[in-house]
């Protein structure tokens, strides 16, 4: 008896050890089915409030003084996560001369150092009646820049076209698909040479193939909420929000909070690459004081 009772206490024990451990596999089943689906539903669901996500916008008319871009360079080393395109303008577009003052050879290294940053040159185009030579002029200097500097970070990837046309002109459109075949071609503008054209608002649909993105709305917040309200951004034809770019200036200082999410949260749904301000007047000369609170809304 002495055997067999050990032998079976034996299987007892080995029985109470199995079923022990079934015991702890199925606990720790419980736990996993109850807490990550909660996990990555919260995580989806803070996804989903926020909508797609856009990159930041900076039209940066703001002169290089010593610690001027400080503000910008915080938030861009703050959200990794976060892309970045920063228009530059040294003087109406690259300036006279071939390389931009010292301020500006000192600053834009800076910047183009960051891996989610793309800096893009200012060139206006008078709505397709400025001098093709001299709008290549300036394509021509920026791409210069690191050959002529001997650095290789003083340099743009790319063209911001202003004063792009709404309505539809065939003459324009050769105008400005010539002008993006010049962007593609040229050496030193690479890797992205983006093409970003500025009408303003939404023009006439055939344009849109000429440019990477297009600004379909730089205008105050109330004509944004009105437009938005007129259904005025959806369903641009030939088109889809990651080719769009907006820029909603003059936002009242009420909005904030609650109500400056939602906002940002419209935005982001229109268009890839956003830019908002509270700022009223010269909105591109200095960062509002609501400036780090739009850059976290746009990392949510
Ligand atoms: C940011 O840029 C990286 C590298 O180009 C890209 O893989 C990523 O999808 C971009 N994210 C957004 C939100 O644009
Ligand atoms: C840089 O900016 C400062 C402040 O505006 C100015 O005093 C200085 O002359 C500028 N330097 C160059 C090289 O333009
Ligand atoms: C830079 O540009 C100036 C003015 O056009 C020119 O004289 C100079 O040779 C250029 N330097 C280089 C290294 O390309």
Same mark, same amino acid.
């Given at each position: 008896m002495?055997?067999?009772?050990k032998?079976?206490?034996?299987?007892a024990?080995?029985?109470?050890?199995?079923?022990?451990?079934?015991?702890?596999?199925?606990?720790?089943?419980?736990?996993?089915?109850?807490?990550?689906?909660?996990?990555?539903?919260?995580?989806?669901?803070?996804?989903?409030?926020?909508?797609?996500?856009?990159?930041?916008?900076?039209? #940066?008319?703001?002169?290089?003084?010593?610690?001027?871009?400080?503000?910008?360079?915080?938030?861009?080393?703050?959200?990794?996560?976060?892309?970045?395109?920063?228009?530059?303008?040294?003087?109406?577009?690259?300036?006279?001369?071939?390389?931009?003052?010292?301020?500006?050879?000192?600053?834009?290294?800076?910047?183009?150092?960051?891996e989610?940053?793309?800096?893009?040159?200012?060139?206006?185009?008078?709505?397709?009646?400025?001098d093709?030579?001299?709008?290549?002029?300036?394509?021509?200097?920026?791409?210069?820049?690191?050959?002529?500097s001997?650095?290789?970070?003083?340099?743009v990837?790319?063209?911001?076209?202003?004063?792009?046309?709404?309505?539809?002109?065939?003459?324009?459109?050769?105008?400005?698909?010539?002008l993006?075949?010049?962007?593609?071609?040229?050496?030193?503008?690479?890797?992205?040479q983006?093409?970003?054209?500025?009408?303003?608002?939404?023009?006439?649909?055939?344009?849109?193939?000429?440019?990477?993105s297009?600004v379909?709305?730089?205008?105050?917040?109330?004509?944004?909420?009105?437009?938005?309200g007129?259904? #005025?951004?959806t369903?641009?034809a030939n088109?889809?929000?990651?080719? #769009?770019?907006?820029?909603?200036?003059?936002?009242?200082?009420?909005?904030?909070?609650?109500?400056?999410?939602? #906002?940002?949260?419209?935005?982001?749904?229109?268009?890839?690459e956003?830019?908002?301000?509270?700022?009223?007047?010269?909105?591109?000369?200095?960062?509002?004081?609501?400036?780090?609170?739009f850059?976290?809304?746009?990392?949510?």
């Amino acid at each position: 008896m002495s055997g067999p009772e050990k032998h079976v206490s034996k299987r007892a024990c080995l029985k109470s050890k199995r079923s022990r451990f079934i015991l702890a596999i199925a606990v720790l089943i419980v736990i996993i089915v109850a807490v990550v689906p909660s996990v990555v539903v919260t995580t989806t669901r803070k996804k989903d409030n926020m909508g797609p996500k856009s990159k930041v916008f900076v039209p #940066l008319y703001v002169y290089p003084a010593p610690k001027a871009w400080a503000p910008l360079e915080k938030v861009i080393s703050a959200h990794p996560n976060v892309n970045f395109t920063v228009v530059i303008n040294p003087g109406n577009g690259p300036g006279p001369d071939s390389l931009p003052d010292g301020n500006y050879t000192r600053e834009i290294p800076k910047l183009t150092a960051y891996e989610n940053v793309r800096v893009l040159g200012y060139v206006y185009t008078s709505y397709g009646k400025r001098d093709v030579s001299a709008v290549r002029k300036d394509i021509q200097t920026y791409a210069d820049w690191p050959t002529n500097s001997s650095n290789p970070n003083l340099a743009v990837r790319g063209i911001f076209f202003d004063e792009t046309p709404q309505q539809y002109d065939p003459q324009v459109l050769t105008y400005l698909q010539g002008l993006t075949d010049f962007v593609k071609d040229i050496e030193g503008l690479g890797p992205d040479q983006f093409v970003v054209h500025n009408p303003g608002a939404v023009p006439d649909s055939r344009y849109l193939a000429t440019a990477d993105s297009t600004v379909v709305f730089e205008a105050a917040y109330t004509t944004f909420q009105e437009r938005q309200g007129a259904q #005025l951004f959806t369903n641009i034809a030939n088109s889809d929000r990651t080719q #769009l770019c907006a820029i909603v200036h003059s936002v009242p200082d009420t909005v904030e909070g609650k109500e400056l999410r939602g #906002l940002i949260k419209d935005v982001r749904q229109v268009a890839d690459e956003v830019y908002i301000t509270h700022l009223s007047t010269d909105y591109y000369a200095s960062f509002g004081d609501k400036w780090d609170e739009f850059v976290g809304l746009m990392a949510a």
